[in-house]
């Protein structure tokens, strides 16, 4: 058995990230197994003056349109990364995914940086690139969640085919729910009602998880796709990603189910962020993602940041609030970490270069910190030391 104790100035604890001063963490075999102020092991590593805390969850990143890095804001977005004559899939369906292989890694090392120990990823054309995607993200010793998608969509349903189901995209999913994956539809607009009950049916079998994107714009919006994910799709093992033109009302109507929010693909994108703090009074308790790599700099910090600004405007966001949001909001719904006794230590450390108090601890990662601060990554019995 490998016994480690680790020590900081401040650790946030728990699911409500409470601060406790001057910690000894104590880890056996990868798991924390005490929590207090003096060590279990003589085996003590000393952190120093950090801010230790749960790794991050990014709940969704696009990570296969980095080729498209510099082409955002030159053209349309649906030109884009629009499916599926946008060029990103036109690229996709060209390109071998060894290729990508120099790309990925790029990118999972810059995420494992940023602290992130989680990340939810749709792999478009999943069947092809699957493989690649979660192969290059555990060489970068992050947990994946491969969020998989049909090569087959409708660009429009029409009434009379809400019946349908076409073979390859039924043939597709069954192989990713078989081998573990969780399935990416691209919005509930792109598939007819048959295929989304069919989804919904396969992958609640096993436990996959679905994710689509809902209401990120206007027109989706407008064209009804809440409703239509809300009644084919089991919400207990869907993810939401967006809501953003969704009404406070139809905020206050949503199930209790992961969401994630893009606030800065928001931004960049529709101008327009989500009825955030409606969702936490409602207690949803939303994850953050940032979407296309192409367009975003993976960067969770970056993403709370920009939210942090609604605390100002009166939102009823508190910081802790949208700490949670990357952190044991996402782990409530089953991705990525707390520090708690019993659980695998996934911690990062940063460096506290001030004297923050108790009250001000979480306020301050908002606004002071940055991902430069981050000084240790902490990986079960493993204590990596970041340049
Ligand atoms: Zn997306």
Redesign the pocket.
């Known amino acids: 058995m490998r016994r480690l104790s680790i020590k900081s100035a401040v650790a946030l604890v728990g699911e409500e990230l409470s601060p406790v001063r001057d910690v000894v963490i104590d880890i056996a075999d990868g798991e924390v197994i005490g929590i207090g102020k003096v060590a279990g092991s003589n085996n003590v590593i000393d952190l120093g003056s950090t801010i230790l805390m749960p790794q991050l969850t990014n709940a ?1 990143i ?1 990570v296969l349109d980095h080729f498209l890095m510099g082409l955002f804001n030159k053209y349309y977005i649906d030109d884009l990364v629009g499916a599926p004559y946008g060029l990103k899939y036109y690229y996709l369906r060209r390109t071998k995914p060894e290729s990508l292989r120099d790309g990925l890694r790029i990118i999972f090392r810059r995420v494992r940086n940023y602290g992130v120990g989680c990340l939810l990823s ?1 792999i478009e054309y999943g069947r092809i690139f699957a493989d690649v995607v979660i192969d290059e993200a555990k060489r970068a010793s992050l947990c994946i969640i491969p969020l998989a998608e049909p090569s087959v969509f409708r660009v429009y349903v029409s009434p009379n085919e809400e019946e349908d189901v076409d073979e390859v995209f039924e043939e597709e999913v069954r192989y990713f729910v078989e081998k573990g994956f969780g399935v990416s539809l691209i919005s509930p607009l792109n598939y007819t009602m048959a295929e989304l009950r069919l989804v919904s049916r396969l992958a609640g079998s096993r436990g996959s998880l679905i994710s689509t ?1 809902v209401s990120e714009t206007e027109d989706t919006h407008s064209d009804g796709d809440l409703n239509r994910a809300l009644t084919t799709l089991i919400t207990g093992n869907s993810l939401f ?2 809501l953003t033109q969704l009404s406070k009302d139809e905020v206050l109507k949503l199930p209790a189910m992961p969401i994630a929010l ?1 606030p800065r ?1 928001n931004m960049e994108l529709v101008g327009k962020l989500p009825e955030v703090g409606t969702m936490f009074s409602r207690g949803l308790r939303p994850m953050v ?1 940032t ?2 790599v192409a367009l975003i700099e993976p960067d969770p910090w970056q993403e709370m940041r920009l939210l942090r600004f609604l605390i100002a405007r009166g939102a009823g966001l508190r910081a802790v609030d949208i700490l949670k949001m990357a952190t044991s909001w996402a782990w409530s719904w089953g991705f990525g970490y707390i520090i708690r006794e019993g659980l695998p230590m996934k911690g990062l450390a940063l460096g506290m270069y001030y004297n923050v108090s108790d009250d001000y601890v979480h306020e301050y990662l908002l606004t002071r910190a940055s991902p430069g601060d981050i000084v240790y990554l902490i990986d079960g019995s493993d204590v990596m030391k970041i340049a």
């Open positions: 969704h696009h749709i994107h990603v967006h893009c693909s993602g979407d296309n």
